[in-house]
């Protein structure tokens, strides 16, 4: 069976709690999850053009 060996702090961060699956890393500040506590994918939009003419 295959493993998955992908990202695993985004799992953490897409369920919104911590799973620890890192080991010690997830004890410490460089933890992902605390990093940026947001679910993967959402950013802050960015700011929309001026329309019309000129703009």
Known sequence: MARYTG???R???RRGDKLY???ER???PKCA???RPHPPGTRNPRP???GGSGG
């Open 33 to 35: 999850f605390e990093r």
């Open 26 to 28: 997830c004890y410490s």
């Open 7 to 9: 990202p695993v702090c």
């Open 21 to 23: 699956l890192k080991g």
């Open 11 to 13: 799992i953490c961060r």
């Open 48 to 50: 929309r053009k001026g």
